[in-house]
């Protein structure tokens, strides 16, 4: 598959073909979908927690005389029928984290860099370089090249000035090539990835 490659200005810069077994897989949505729900859950934090009857504040005086009363048997108002008792089963903290082989996730990477090719929202960039960090005139490029939601992946490093004028543009990410990952992939309406970045992540799925 050949693409062409273009200049952040704009003009071109020649073309580059595209391994098909990367950029040319029929996407399945099953897999996306486990390998985003794999990223999702690892990511999220697990803090939630409630108080059990052994943490609330109370005294643990028997509330009433057991007999006599007419009423029924308790000891201890922390029991969870009463108006701020502990929690019965209550949620604690924990990772939500699972499972997911390395190639089952490499092949996620791979469906979703065939989503992308396949919708033609997928991006093929000379080189995410400036001389100096200026936002405003990465923005007005952004802006001519009809990115409005754009992940762009570069090679093994970003470029400083590039990454430090553009961490302030909405709707704009740069990453690494080891960043790359599904979630933010699909995240953005278009991929663009770097000559370096192609390299690197064609080494990375080999």
Do not use: C
């Not at 996407?27 to 729900?37: K, S, T």
């Not at 029928?81 to 990772?95: E, L, N």
């Not at 990477?109 to 093929?124: D, F, I, P, R």
């Amino acid at each position: 598959m050949k693409i062409d490659v273009i200049k952040l200005d704009g003009g071109k810069a020649g073309s580059v073909d595209l391994g098909e077994a990367i950029f040319g897989l029929e996407p399945r949505a099953d897999i996306l979908h486990r390998v985003v729900r794999w990223q999702r859950n690892k990511a999220q934090q697990g803090t939630h927690a409630t108080l059990g009857r052994s943490e609330v504040s109370y005294s643990t005086k028997k509330i009433y005389k057991q007999k006599g009363t007419g009423g029924a048997r308790h000891g201890s108002r922390k029991a969870p029928i009463f108006r701020k008792g502990g929690v019965y089963k209550g949620p604690t903290p924990r990772s939500h984290a699972h499972d997911l082989t390395k190639k089952f996730r490499a092949l996620g990477l791979k469906h979703a860099l065939s989503a992308k090719a396949a919708e033609g929202n997928l991006v093929v960039l000379e080189a995410a370089a400036m001389d100096a960090p200026k936002t405003a005139m990465l923005a007005k490029q952004i802006k001519n090249l009809g990115w409005k939601r754009a992940l762009i992946i570069d090679g093994a490093q970003v470029d400083e000035n590039f990454a430090m004028a553009a961490r302030n543009i909405e709707g704009l990410d740069v990453l690494p090539s080891m960043g790359a990952n599904v979630y933010d992939i699909l995240k953005r309406d278009t991929l663009v990835i770097t000559k370096a970045g192609l390299e690197a992540l064609e080494a990375r799925l080999q």
